[in-house]
């Protein structure tokens, strides 16, 4: 069975810090990997994912994460934080060739100080 | 509405007692999954539909709870004989296929905050 394994639990950064954000994963077969962000009183949502092709992938808001496939991670980074980055961001992993079932990890929150 | 509806939003109830809770996924959204969100534990997998599939239940936690998606529709998640362990944030999900054929990302609702006394 697939699990995630999110390091860190808080991640205190200053605005326009670069941040990184670590997630390891573990899978016997192949993997569909994302990162889901949660805002202070909002729900889940999408923020990247990685299902074939190009390693690197991003989001429209300057997020970008990479598929390393020897190291079983899918580390979350951006060079230039902003405050409305605060949030709670998670890590998820699902099997190829399975129902689809989406496995989370414990999320880590960033928080953007001034 | 076109998001992820559930209900009720928040729930308090004794400890021993019955709860009821409720998804309303997207229109046409075939697959359906329940999380469980409390402080120190992350996002925890409960249940998962997909179409006319047998669910997948390799996360619920014990045989108090059950769920049931009627005409791949609406699901609900029963907890019986509430402990105080189970207070958290209950989180349906649903997309638009599986993530096999992906090009659907998950749709989370609002939760339903369950406190138990």
């Known amino acids: 069975a697939q699990s995630v394994t999110q390091l860190d639990s808080q991640v205190p950064v200053f605005e326009e810090a670069p941040v990184e954000l670590r997630c390891n994963y573990s899978?016997?077969?192949?993997?569909?990997l994302f990162w889901y962000v949660q805002y202070p009183n909002q729900g889940l949502q999408l923020l990247l994912k990685?299902?074939?092709?190009?390693?690197l992938v991003e989001s429209i808001n300057g997020f970008e994460a990479e598929f390393n496939k020897s190291q079983t991670s899918f580390h979350l980074r951006k060079p230039s934080v902003h405050i409305s980055d605060t949030a709670e961001y998670f890590c998820?992993?699902?099997?190829?060739?399975?129902?689809?079932?989406?496995?989370f990890g414990k999320g880590t929150k960033l928080s953007v100080k001034p | 509405g076109a998001g992820v509806s559930q209900s009720p939003s928040n729930k308090v109830t004794e400890k021993g007692k019955d709860v009821e809770l409720r998804c309303d996924p997207i229109?046409?959204?075939?697959?359906l999954y329940w999380y469980r969100q409390s402080l120190g534990q992350g996002l925890e997998f409960l249940i998962y539909?997909?179409?006319?599939?047998?669910?997948?239940k390799s996360g619920l936690p014990s045989d108090r709870f059950s769920a049931e998606r009627t005409g791949g529709s609406v699901s609900t998640l029963t907890i019986q004989r509430t402990q105080q362990e189970d207070s958290a944030v209950y989180l349906c999900a649903s997309s638009l296929g599986t993530l096999l054929s992906y090009n659907s990302p998950l749709h989370f609702g609002n939760g339903t905050r369950l406190t138990v006394t």
């Open positions: 899978s016997s077969v192949s993997v569909y």
């Open positions: 998820a992993v699902s099997e190829v060739g399975s129902q689809g079932n989406l496995i």
């Open positions: 539909f997909q179409g006319n599939s047998a669910p997948d």
């Open positions: 990685y299902l074939s092709g190009s390693t």
């Open positions: 229109s046409g959204h075939t697959a």
